[in-house]
């Protein structure tokens, strides 16, 4: 079945300084990988989408996310953080009609 | 214009009752879904129906019942509400077979004393 680890529960980072989410899956075939961002009191929003193709992906607000299948891992990545970042981030992969979620990590940005 | 909506967004009951969550989608998909996100932040799905058929039911207890009275609306009615219900409910839905491609409600909190 499929699954979804994101190690981090709580990150921490000044604004201004870079960031890198992780996130790791297990999929018997080539996944599709999605990451979602969760500002308080809101819904989901997608950020980016991997589903073939160059392995570096461009997403909204700036962000990035690396697929690197040796390591089976589907990090997000930002160059310079702001505080409106601050928001729980999901990593999620396509299972059989369903997404499955990652167990989220939660960024917190320090002025 | 929202796209996926749902009602109420806070609803705060005592255990035994029964509620209702209501969601409405305005993208023309074919595909809702329902998810449970509890205390600590883990999402999961419950149900998806497409064309007003479910599609997927993931053991949820049988005093959760969705419902499509159409394809552009999915309600979650729940019995005999237990303390271990509260968390936040969110609607989603997508074009048939773009599971991948989901549109998020801003999502119900539901407390249950």
């Known amino acids: 079945a499929q699954s979804v680890t994101q190690p981090d529960i709580h990150i921490t980072v000044s604004e201004g300084a870079s960031l890198e989410l992780r996130c790791n899956y297990s999929y018997g075939a080539t996944p599709y990988l999605f990451w979602y961002v969760q500002s308080p009191g809101q819904g989901l929003q997608l950020l980016l989408k991997?589903?073939?193709?160059?392995?570096l992906v461009q997403g909204i607000k700036g962000f990035e996310a690396e697929f690197k299948r040796s390591q089976s891992s589907f990090n997000l990545r930002k160059p310079s953080v702001h505080w409106s970042d601050a928001a729980e981030y999901f990593c999620?992969?396509?299972?059989?009609?369903?997404?499955?979620f990652g167990q989220g990590t939660r960024l917190t940005i320090n002025p | 214009d929202t796209a996926v909506s749902q009602t109420p967004k806070y609803l705060v009951t005592q255990m035994g009752n029964d509620k209702s969550i209501k969601c409405e989608q305005n993208?023309?998909?074919?595909?809702m879904y329902w998810y449970k996100q509890d205390s600590k932040k883990f999402l999961k799905i419950m149900f998806s129906?497409?064309?007003?058929?479910?599609?997927i039911n993931e053991t949820v207890p049988n005093r959760f019942s969705p419902k499509s009275p159409d394809k552009a609306h999915l309600n979650l009615h729940i019995n005999s509400l237990e303390l271990g219900d509260s968390a936040v409910y969110f609607c989603a839905s997508s074009q048939a077979g773009r599971a991948y491609e989901q549109y998020f409600g801003p999502g119900t909190r539901l407390t249950v004393t």
């Open positions: 991997y589903f073939s193709g160059d392995t």
């Open positions: 993208l023309g998909h074919d595909t």
């Open positions: 129906y497409n064309n007003k058929e479910l599609i």
């Open positions: 999620a992969v396509q299972g059989a009609q369903k997404l499955v």
